[in-house]
């Protein structure tokens, strides 16, 4: 069963918008929440992450808001540059150290 | 620079074929992790371990084994692969103790024709 689940699977954003990318959990025991970013013919990259205590984490561009009560996350990413292009991986851990992860969103930033 | 290094970047085998899929990290981790990752399915977790010798099936364990002889080292075994397990394979590595962030290793690229 897919715990966590992703959207959209693919996003075009023009440069200098905003990219959101929507997660929604079903565990209410999961208490971390981060997001990978993977470049093609790499890993995935630990981006930005955040735990249910708070509802906004912000670093640099990007921002995670967290709604507990909805069970939902997402990913802003402010003034979106085409070396933003990439696919975004939202993941939710119970404690235990692994991570179920979403399915993933290819997010494309035309100049 | 800390790396997860995984032996090969492309892998073409047959059906029926035992394969062994190598991945080493040089971070002195206690936790490595081996994922499978599929268009529209995101990463699925295939096995994890927590410490040498020590292994624990993830979501996915069916027609995989691991090995972890060494605390740097962990290995994913398909004993008789079929074409259903073409796919990317992605190795993972954490600290105990800390926020979960995982360290990746650029993955296999394994088809099984």
């Known amino acids: 069963q897919q715990q966590v689940k992703q959207s959209p699977q693919s996003l075009i954003v023009q440069k200098g918008g905003i990219s959101i990318i929507n997660c929604a959990y079903e565990?209410?025991?999961?208490?971390?929440f981060p997001w990978y970013q993977q470049f093609p013919g790499k890993g995935p990259a630990l981006l930005i992450a955040?735990?249910?205590?708070?509802s906004e984490k912000k670093e640099g561009r990007f921002t995670i808001s967290f709604n507990k009560s909805a069970k939902q996350f997402s990913l802003h990413i402010m003034d979106s540059q085409p070396g933003d292009s990439a696919t975004y991986f939202c993941?939710?851990?119970?404690?235990?150290?692994?991570?179920?992860f979403g399915q993933g969103t290819e997010l494309s930033v035309k100049p | 620079d800390v790396k997860v290094t995984q032996s090969s970047r492309y892998l073409v085998k047959r059906t029926g074929e035992k394969v062994f899929l190598e991945c080493v990290q040089d971070?002195?981790?206690?936790?490595m992790f081996w994922y499978r990752q599929d268009p529209g399915l995101g990463l699925r977790l295939i096995y994890f371990?927590?410490?040498?010798?020590?292994?624990e099936k993830g979501d996915i364990p069916e027609g995989y084994s691991v090995s972890r002889e060494k605390k740097e080292r962990f290995s994913l075994i398909l004993e008789s692969a079929s074409t259903n397990q073409t796919s990317m394979y992605l190795c993972?590595?954490?600290?105990?103790?800390?926020?979960?962030?995982?360290?990746f290793g650029s993955g296999t690229r394994l088809t099984v024709v």
């Open positions: 993972a590595s954490r600290p105990t103790g800390i926020d979960y962030g995982y360290t």
């Open positions: 565990n209410t025991a999961f208490d971390y």
């Open positions: 955040i735990r249910p205590d708070v």
């Open positions: 993941a939710a851990s119970n404690g235990q150290g692994k991570l179920i």
């Open positions: 971070m002195d981790h206690e936790n």
């Open positions: 371990s927590y410490d040498v010798k020590m292994k």
